[in-house]
């Protein structure tokens, strides 16, 4: 049977409540039913796919773009992989240091955090990963530091505009809070992923439908016609939505599901 659409997925605030740390029932009965329905689900996340949790992967999509865009995989086949160099990987590592920026550096095979960590938030999330025992938790300093892209975290003690002018010629700065950052290749994001996967299949952007809650997804909300931003979203976003859904927990994603008819 021929595919309908294809419909591309973020997780944290669009499929992962980050209020219940859990995907809403009936978001796993909508995307179950859109699979049905012979719709093509991705997931499309700014995190490597080693740290993407199981209960996201038991969703059974069809494929991730992981690392925004750095990274995508359909089934158990990866069609691109974009990885930065070793010498490259220790030349931000040590810009990090110098610049007193924290970060996490994220890769298809682990992530990095350095060893001292002041932001509680970066601490947090070290932690979290920690506790998984499929994710591949590393240091800085390992000697097999490979990553595609990597988040940053800042405060007074940070010479933060001098790490931005550093990077600024072969990496995009995606500003997530006041005091956070995601940095990506130059030529990668959300959307060149979804250009790719289109092309793959031989579709059109009329068939392509995206959800999304953050700044982290503005190149794909802004890619395509169908833009669907979550309710508990950034308000800054909603102008961009050809749909502003309903909260996560409030069965947001079947919500949009059915208006558009994709279910």
């Not at 990597?150 to 007074?156: H, L, P, R, T, V």
């Not at 502003?244 to 558009?260: E, F, Q, R, S, W």
């Amino acid at each position: 049977m021929k595919t309908n659409k294809i419909l591309f997925f973020d997780i944290d605030g669009t499929l992962l409540s980050e209020t219940t740390h859990t995907i809403p029932q009936s978001t796993i009965d909508g995307l179950k039913q859109a699979k049905e329905n012979n719709h093509l689900i991705f997931i499309n996340t700014g995190r490597p796919y080693t740290t993407i949790d199981d209960c996201i992967k038991d969703l059974n999509p069809d494929g991730y773009i992981c690392g925004c865009g750095t990274y995508i995989r359909y089934h158990d086949q990866v069609l691109f992989s974009k990885t930065l160099s070793l010498q490259k990987c220790k030349e931000i590592r040590d810009l990090l240091r110098k610049t007193n920026v924290e970060g996490v550096l994220e890769g298809k095979d682990g992530v990095y955090f350095d060893n001292s960590i002041r932001h509680p938030f970066l601490q947090n999330i070290k932690e979290n990963y920690q506790a998984v025992p499929t994710f591949k938790v590393s240091t800085f300093d390992d000697e097999n530091l490979s990553f595609d892209k990597f988040a940053i975290w800042f405060d007074q003690n940070s010479d933060i505009e001098t790490f931005k002018k550093e990077i600024s010629e072969e990496f995009q700065y995606i500003t997530r809070d006041h005091d956070f950052g995601e940095i990506v290749p130059k030529g990668c994001s959300k959307a060149t992923g979804i250009e790719f996967l289109l092309d793959y299949f031989n579709l059109e952007s009329e068939d392509a439908y995206v959800f999304g809650d953050s700044f982290n997804d503005l190149a794909m909300l802004e890619y395509v016609k169908y833009a669907i931003v979550m309710g508990n979203g950034n308000p800054e976003l909603f102008d961009l939505a050809y749909l502003v859904t309903k909260n996560i927990d409030d069965d947001g994603i079947y919500y949009a599901l059915k208006k558009l008819e994709l279910i």
